[in-house]
């Protein structure tokens, strides 16, 4: 079990994993599988690495997190994936018009937005409109990745503009500011403050405005193919949906 969400991942991968790009084990019977998934995907898909590992002996699940985009951009550069996860269809649009999708991608989950604050809601807020207020530190995702993209959806359908202290590239580090203290509210998807105890979620009726759709794929050329598409089924199947149930995730 090994999870990564950083810029050393391609330098890992191309040292670690290219070598390795066959489709049976290594000659101590031991595979790795590399899965890029959306970071706010962190929780769930963690439960089933542990899962495909336990029913997988000698499988090591690489598991990297982050931004939706930041992870396409490697896999349309060649990258030695298995299995990608995007928080939209968007961005996996853009990976199979690279062509880099065995198949056809398929959804498995919906995520909204929600507005996550410090625990007892200190500045009172209430809607997304008390988050224009002055003397509110704000933080958002960057347009670029998914959660960023619903921002703008939502903003545009409750006719509020955001000054945002800050756009991060991916939605547990707005998530993380908010966390430390650092930010007074973000916008995050639902399911992270269902994750996080040291949070709590002021919904707001515009978020029904801007569902993401999460659709997942086995890569072309994936190293591990007949893995791959056993970890994909895994996320499709009924153990996926109940884990991603649990985590607050809906139903595509």
Do not use: W
């Not at 939209?88 to 991608?105: C, I, K, L, N, Y």
């Not at 670029?144 to 800050?166: K, N, Y």
């Not at 794929?217 to 598409?229: I, K």
């Amino acid at each position: 079990m090994r999870r990564s969400s950083g810029r050393g991942l391609i330098a890992l991968l191309v040292a670690g994993l290219t070598a390795a790009a066959c489709t049976t084990p290594s000659e101590d019977g031991s595979a790795t599988l590399t899965v890029f998934a959306a970071a706010s995907l962190t929780e769930p898909f963690a439960a089933l690495e542990r899962r495909f590992e336990d029913t997988h002996p000698g499988v090591d699940v690489l598991l990297n997190l982050d931004g939706s985009p930041t992870l396409a951009q490697q896999i349309i550069e060649g990258a030695p994936v298995d299995v990608f996860a995007s928080a939209d269809e968007a961005t996996m649009r853009q990976v199979v018009s690279a062509g880099a999708v065995e198949g056809r991608p398929a959804t498995f989950a919906t995520n909204t937005l929600t507005i996550a604050v410090a625990p007892g809601n200190p500045h009172r807020i209430r809607g997304l409109a008390d988050l224009a207020e002055p003397g509110l530190t704000v933080v958002v995702c960057a347009p670029r990745v998914p959660c960023g993209a619903a921002t703008e959806r939502v903003q545009r359908a409750a006719g509020v503009e955001l000054t945002p202290a800050s756009e991060e590239q991916n939605v547990k580090a707005v998530l993380a500011k908010v966390e430390a203290g650092v930010a007074d509210a973000g916008l995050v998807y639902k399911t992270d403050v269902t994750a996080r105890r040291r949070v709590e979620a002021v919904p707001f009726p515009e978020s029904r405005q801007a569902v993401n759709t999460y659709p997942i794929a086995t890569l072309a050329g994936a190293p591990r193919p007949g893995l791959a598409r056993e970890f994909t089924e895994l996320v499709l199947g009924e153990v996926g949906s109940r884990e991603l149930s649990e985590a607050g995730f809906g139903t595509p």
